[in-house]
């Protein structure tokens, strides 16, 4: 992968349906395809958390998590 982002950020599973049959799809990096669900999803990587900037999670009510 490239330093510029070009490279293709690889899924390893369908979102959706949890399969592995995808492909690439559409012109831009990121694209996929999923052809056992025929859908299409994109994934882009944005950046690495800094463990100091972390935005907090909000309270759960009733104090399960």
């Given amino acids: 992968m490239s330093g510029s ?5 690889v899924p390893y599973y369908c979102p959706f349906c949890a399969s ?3 492909w690439p799809a559409g ?4 694209q996929w ?12 990587f944005v950046s690495v958390a800094d463990p100091g900037e972390r935005t907090p999670r909000p309270a ?6």
């Fill in 5 to 9: 982002g070009e490279g293709r950020a």
């Fill in 33 to 44: 395809e999923c052809r056992s669900c025929a859908r299409t999803f994109a994934v882009r």
């Fill in 27 to 30: 012109e831009t990096h990121g």
């Fill in 20 to 22: 592995e049959d995808l």
């Fill in 60 to 65: 759960i009510a009733g104090g399960a998590r």
